[in-house]
């Protein structure tokens, strides 16, 4: 579902991403963040949030959609990760659905490719190590992950990063995954599983917006310096 947006002249286009609840959850804090920055403007951009599916497949039709509809010059996937202490950055995407559940559609595939005869992998288009830095000098917990799972959120990061990789149209598109942990009215269900407030986890998504804007190479490709 996508928010309906405000006319908005041609200001460029920032995509961000959340999925619909799953796995018994009532929530999903994913699209909650998503949709609190919705129609907001940053760096002269204009923040269109979507909520997708959790549902493989059907996650990557719709990101194709919004694609074609707003022409987006970055996309930001985020997904939760309940049981992470951080917000984390996801540096690879992986060629497999392997499900340890099923989807909200009941799908649950097992050692499946998300693109057959696709590479093994893809990383991440976005810098990743200067939005870490800038989200703990803001005091957010964060951290570089090399694991998007096999689930649907991989599924997504792997399908968008395919799809830059090989269609002309998405050539200088950047994108790239988050993931956040729990809510701490999720994690109240869970005994010592970790959370996040709602607004913390709206600033760490704003403040990768921006870096992603504002950074073209991250820190490790220009040895330490961000240009």
């Given at each position: 579902?996508?928010?309906?947006?405000?006319?908005?002249?041609?200001?460029?286009?920032?995509?961000?991403?959340?999925?619909?609840?799953?796995?018994?959850?009532?929530?999903?804090?994913?699209?909650?963040?998503?949709?609190?920055?919705?129609?907001?403007?940053?760096?002269?951009?204009?923040?269109?949030?979507?909520?997708?599916?959790?549902?493989?497949?059907?996650?990557?039709?719709?990101?194709?959609?919004?694609?074609?509809?707003?022409?987006?010059?970055?996309?930001?996937?985020?997904?939760?990760?309940?049981?992470?202490?951080?917000?984390?950055?996801?540096?690879?995407?992986?060629?497999?659905?392997?499900?340890?559940?099923?989807?909200?559609?009941?799908?649950?595939?097992?050692?499946?490719?998300?693109?057959?005869?696709?590479p093994a992998a893809y990383f991440t288009g976005l810098p990743i190590k200067?939005?870490?830095?800038?989200?703990?000098?803001?005091?957010?917990?964060?951290?570089?992950?090399?694991?998007?799972?096999?689930?649907?959120?991989?599924?997504?990061?792997?399908?968008?990063?395919?799809?830059?990789?090989?269609?002309?149209?998405?050539?200088?598109?950047?994108?790239?995954?988050?993931?956040?942990?729990?809510?701490?009215?999720?994690?109240?269900?869970?005994?010592?599983?970790?959370?996040?407030?709602?607004?913390?986890?709206?600033?760490?998504?704003?403040?990768?917006?921006?870096?992603?804007?504002?950074?073209?190479?991250?820190?490790?490709?220009?040895?330490?310096?961000?240009?």
């Amino acid at each position: 579902m996508v928010v309906p947006a405000k006319p908005s002249g041609a200001s460029p286009v920032v995509l961000v991403t959340g999925f619909d609840p799953f796995g018994g959850q009532r929530v999903n804090p994913s699209w909650q963040a998503v949709q609190a920055l919705h129609d907001s403007r940053i760096a002269g951009h204009r923040v269109v949030g979507a909520e997708l599916p959790t549902v493989f497949v059907k996650c990557l039709q719709a990101m194709r959609g919004l694609l074609r509809q707003h022409r987006p010059t970055l996309v930001i996937c985020t997904g939760q990760a309940g049981g992470r202490t951080a917000i984390s950055l996801e540096r690879v995407a992986i060629n497999v659905d392997d499900a340890r559940i099923a989807d909200n559609a009941g799908a649950q595939p097992v050692d499946r490719a998300v693109v057959p005869q696709g590479p093994a992998a893809y990383f991440t288009g976005l810098p990743i190590k200067a939005m870490l830095q800038a989200m703990l000098d803001a005091g957010i917990n964060a951290e570089v992950s090399q694991t998007a799972g096999t689930f649907v959120c991989n599924h997504l990061f792997f399908g968008l990063m395919h799809r830059i990789a090989t269609r002309p149209v998405a050539a200088g598109l950047r994108g790239g995954f988050i993931h956040i942990p729990y809510l701490p009215e999720q994690a109240a269900r869970f005994p010592g599983v970790p959370s996040m407030s709602l607004a913390t986890m709206v600033e760490a998504l704003r403040i990768a917006v921006a870096c992603a804007l504002a950074v073209e190479k991250d820190i490790a490709e220009t040895g330490g310096q961000l240009h």
